[in-house]
Structure formats: C-alpha cells, structure tokens
C-alpha cells in the first residue's frame, strides 16, 4: 500500500457493493482493499499508472 493516501467518499449503487463485498471476501481482502485492486488494474491495463519515484 502506498504511503501516502487519500480519503474520499464514493457513491455507489447498493448491487455494485454486495457484488465488490463478495469478491472481496472470496480473495481474503477487505472491501476497500479490494477497491484499490480493481483500480489499481484498471490503470495498469490501461497504461495509466504513475510512474514509481526512485
């Protein structure tokens, strides 16, 4: 996990969640970590990620 986060509220539709929450607890991860992933891929699938300070 990054050192440096940021907090912020996410509106999302209720069978969004319970469908991110199942996942989440299929994988072992906590629904926030789980979010991180998806987002995380999403950004490296699309060549988005920032690129890591030395």
Do not use: V, Y
């Amino acid at each position: 996990m990054a050192k440096n986060t940021k907090n912020f509220i996410l509106r999302i539709d209720s069978d969004i969640m319970d469908a991110i929450e199942a996942w989440a607890a299929d994988e072992f991860r906590s629904t926030n970590g789980q979010l991180q992933w998806i987002i995380t891929e999403a950004l490296r699938k699309a060549k988005r990620l920032p690129k890591k300070k030395p």
